[in-house]
């Protein structure tokens, strides 16, 4: 599932295409998405001018003129396509597509497509300023490469709870953007076993684990995500950071830390964690 890194590389992609385009044509293919997509995405955004294309936890935000907005979850298998001057017939599981022009062009054309195979994603329009309290957004913790992520904040959450670290760490309203590959990772980088207890965790602990959670998100941002599913980018290549895991999808294989430990898969609370028990305490 897209986490953090893989929705920023998405929405970074899609604000370089599209920003300052307008609004040609919505077409839908399919309105049964897991949020059924408003009628109105048709009609109201023609001729409207794209503002930006942001990130917020694990969504997609596009922004437009007159106070629209579509924001999209990529789900388990969604992705967004981009064609340029040739649009190829929709396939099956394009189930959204836009296409723009440029003001002072008209002969430039581009187009981009929600595709969504296994449908867990959506995509859908909003008032701009509702958003901030849709259910989707209100109680999402914060952004954790914004600066009001803080040491202390983190350290009150966690500690307040006797869930293990593991847990807290996926949960969205601690902390937005994390999934099962960074949380995984971040806890390895912080040498803390995803069973410790959130209350038994030390300042000092809690601090390590801050800084490697940014450290791995940043690196994963720069690599363009993890490509072990479904993840491309706009353009349609792949990310890197699957070369860069040392724990995530690695059970059975050596830890890189020269420990002679190999890497331990379990389930937990519903889903696989990979952890080193040499290194991680
Ligand atoms: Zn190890």
């Known amino acids: 599932m897209p986490e953090l890194p893989e929705v920023e ?4 992609g899609l604000n370089f295409a599209i920003k300052n385009l307008i609004v040609k044509k919505v077409h ?30 694990k969504y997609g935000i596009i922004h437009f003129q007159n ?8 789900g388990m298998s969604g992705r967004i396509v981009i064609d340029r001057e040739i649009f190829t017939p ?3 599981h394009d189930h959204i597509a836009i296409e723009l022009f ?31 309290y849709n259910n989707l957004f209100k109680a999402l913790g914060p952004e954790p490469l914004a600066d ?32 099962n590959i960074y949380v995984c990772e971040a ?10 207890e959130g209350y038994s965790l030390s300042l000092r602990q809690i601090e390590s684990l801050y800084y490697k959670i940014k450290e791995v998100l940043l690196k994963a941002i720069k690599e363009g995500g993890t490509s072990i599913q479904d993840h491309k980018k706009v353009s349609g290549e792949i ?43």
């Open 239 to 281: 990310g890197y950071f699957q070369n860069y895991l040392s724990v995530y999808n690695r059970e059975n294989e050596r830890c890189y830390n020269n420990c002679k430990e190999q890497i331990i898969r379990f389930k937990q609370n519903g889903r696989s964690t990979y952890y080193c028990p040499n290194c991680q305490k």
């Open 28 to 57: 839908v293919n399919r309105y049964d998405l897991r949020i059924k997509v408003s009628n109105e995405i048709t009609s109201v955004l023609n001729n409207l001018k794209v503002i930006a294309v942001k990130r917020r936890a």
């Open 187 to 196: 806890l390895f980088l912080a040498g803390i076993s995803p069973r410790t």
């Open 67 to 74: 106070e629209y907005s579509i924001v999209f979850h990529l």
């Open 148 to 179: 009001n992520f803080s040491i202390d904040n983190l350290f009150n959450k966690i500690t307040k709870s006797h869930s293990n670290i593991k847990s807290l760490l996926l949960n969205q309203n601690i902390i937005s953007g994390l999934g």
């Open 90 to 92: 929709l396939q099956k």
């Open 102 to 132: 440029k003001k002072n062009n008209k002969n430039y054309k581009l187009r981009f497509l929600f595709r969504d195979p296994r449908r867990f994603g959506f995509f859908n329009i909003y008032k701009t300023h509702s958003i901030n």
């Open 9 to 12: 590389t998405v929405t970074s």
